[in-house]
């Protein structure tokens, strides 16, 4: 067995950039699993960085790692809970990109308001109320 093809956790570490102790995380979580171990040490098969890069790919994308098990167990674009959880993660990042449109047109408001201070800009006194008047989710 070639210490090449099946490195240790520290070889795997280096490689993806991600620290043993996430990967050992990972393991916990039910996200990676070594390809066995030697004298005790685990070794990791050729697939396992490609694994972790696509659990990363997906955290950059907004998914928890709950969902990446999920996205994971699920292994194929025909399992309807795959259809179901990129549904809902693209409604989610909807939500999210229509909250930072509004939080930065907020912002650029802010910077271009002739108003002396936010306090007496109108439009910033109708958001106010508009916050007032609803719930808070």
């Known amino acids: 067995m070639s210490n090449r093809a099946f490195p240790g956790i520290g070889e795997l570490s280096r490689r993806t950039g991600l620290a043993a102790s996430a990967l050992r995380y990972y393991e916990r979580v039910g996200l990676l699993a070594p390809d066995g171990r030697v004298s005790g040490r685990r070794y990791y098969g050729p697939t396992s960085a490609e694994r972790i890069a696509l659990i990363r790919l997906c955290q950059d994308a907004g998914f928890t790692l709950a969902e990446v098990r999920a996205f994971l167990a699920a292994g194929s674009r025909r399992d309807p809970s795959w259809t179901r959880l ?52």
């Open 86 to 137: 990129m549904k809902a993660k693209r409604q989610e990042l909807e939500m999210l990109i229509a909250r930072a449109m509004n939080a930065k047109a907020l912002i650029e408001h802010g910077l271009a308001c002739r108003h002396r201070t936010l306090a007496r800009c109108p439009n910033f006194r109708a958001a106010l109320a508009s916050r007032v008047s609803r719930p808070v989710h």
